[in-house]
């Protein structure tokens, strides 16, 4: 008996070590591919004059934006790759595939010529780079959300899922960090705008072969596979779904607008419109990203216990009525510290969204066609009220009107505030608590 019970405490030991290892090489590759599109955001102060005619540097920022907001259009149709890929085929080549084309388009913007060598080609090849990126992106939040989902114990779902959004916003401070470094200690301002700005990039596109690498060895989903022996048309899957794909888009839709006016908007809001210095920007936002990811796996063990729909809803009240003063007081002060403090308060709102929304997604769908049911819906969105963040924010400043985006924004929250309180709670009738 004794010997038996000492095995089965080895073999739950085991299982339990190889989920947290696959988590871990799920989440550094997610790390990586978002490392690799803020890296394009936290830099753009330094690399728009290299791709685009010389003029006034709010219209250059303006233009950069632009661009990341186009290259956010091919995350749909990534997601459709990528996605159908994860359902027919594994969730594991899905995942090393979309690594490897963020590794391409890194490694492109690394060694782009700029507009002084070859003139507008300089700003087609950026482009093309940061299409490649953005295909990638699209597929990288299905497929990972759904591997993520199906391997984390049923009971920790939800703290499983503030460690997934842990490495999203990870990307970002990774990025911010090493900016900071670069900063204050390797480079002048303009060396950083001469040649400095392909350092972050050349290092996406190592990290990314690293991921690639780490992902190759990843166990297959025990849940796909047990639903690709009963395979089913995927236009009869859609048909039944439709319905949970408009909820992703209502889910999603006030949630991502506030998480981009809070990371890659943030940093140009506190240099363009709040007058903080080059390192006083930096410094504020990393120190807010990494209040952010404290919060994560907090709010998502907390979802774990009184339910998913308390935090969505917390989120979208607060988030309705508190975006607009939040932002005008951030925008008033003229103080690091205020700012952060401010900024910080924020994230306690916008957390109730971010740590949960992963896995609040997967519970919708049933495995055969999860990963392309999270990703298709919500990479629509995030192209079309995500990634115009920055776009819209900066058109309200140049046209004088920037309280406009304050209100945009709260009214996208408002949206998925209504569905928020039509949703059920996710975490009760769960399909991945359902047979395959």
């Known amino acids: 008996m004794a010997d038996a019970a000492i095995g089965a405490g080895r073999a739950e030991g085991a299982t339990r070590g190889a989920t947290v290892w696959a988590v871990l090489a799920t989440s550094f590759g997610n790390l990586i591919e978002w490392y690799d599109v803020y890296a394009y955001s936290a830099f753009a102060l330094y690399f728009a004059g290299s791709f685009f005619p010389k003029s006034d540097p709010a219209v250059q920022q303006l233009q950069a934006a632009t661009l990341f907001a186009i290259a956010f259009l091919m995350r749909p149709i990534g997601s459709l790759i990528f996605g159908y890929l994860a359902d027919r085929y594994g969730r594991r080549s899905s995942l090393t595939v979309s690594i490897l084309a963020m590794c391409f388009g890194s490694a492109l913007i690394a060694v782009s010529p700029t507009y002084g060598s070859i003139g507008i080609w300089a700003a087609v090849i950026l482009s093309v780079a940061r299409i490649i990126q953005g295909l990638s992106q699209g597929g990288e939040y299905g497929t990972s959300v759904t591997y993520l989902s199906e391997i984390s114990p049923p009971h920790q779902r939800g703290f499983y899922s503030g460690v997934w959004y842990v490495t999203l916003i990870g990307g970002q401070l990774c990025a911010v960090l090493l900016l900071f470094v670069l900063q204050k200690l390797f480079l002048t301002p303009d060396q950083l705008k001469a040649w400095g700005w392909r350092i972050p990039f050349a290092i996406g596109a190592l990290a990314a072969l690293y991921g690639f690498r780490m992902r190759a060895h990843l166990p297959e989903s025990e849940k796909f596979v047990a639903a690709a022996r009963v395979r089913r048309p ?165 046209r004088g009107f920037e309280d406009g985006f304050f209100w945009y924004a709260s009214a996208l929250i408002l949206v998925s505030l209504v569905v928020y309180l039509w949703l059920p709670d996710t975490r009760k009738g769960s399909t991945l608590d359902q047979p395959t």
């Open 234 to 398: 995927f236009g009869a899957l859609l048909r039944e779904n439709w319905r949970n794909m408009l909820l992703v888009v209502g889910i999603t839709v006030g949630g991502t607008s506030a998480f981009y006016t809070y990371t890659t908007y943030m940093q140009k809001y506190l240099k363009l419109s709040v007058g903080l210095s080059d390192d006083q920007t930096t410094a504020v936002t990393l120190a807010s990203l990494i209040f952010a990811i404290a919060l994560q796996p907090l709010y998502g063990a907390l979802s774990d216990r009184i339910g998913r729909k308390p935090l969505l809803v917390g989120f979208g009240l607060v988030g309705t009525l508190g975006t607009v003063p939040l932002l005008t007081a951030i925008r008033q002060t003229h103080s690091p510290l205020v700012a952060l403090g401010l900024i910080c308060a924020a994230w306690a709102i916008v957390s109730g969204y971010t740590s949960i929304t992963a896995i609040v997604k997967a519970e919708l769908f049933p495995t055969a066609i999860r990963a392309l049911g999270v990703g298709l819906p919500y990479a629509f969105t995030a192209a079309v009220f995500g990634g115009s963040t920055d776009a819209v924010a900066l058109y309200f400043k140049d």
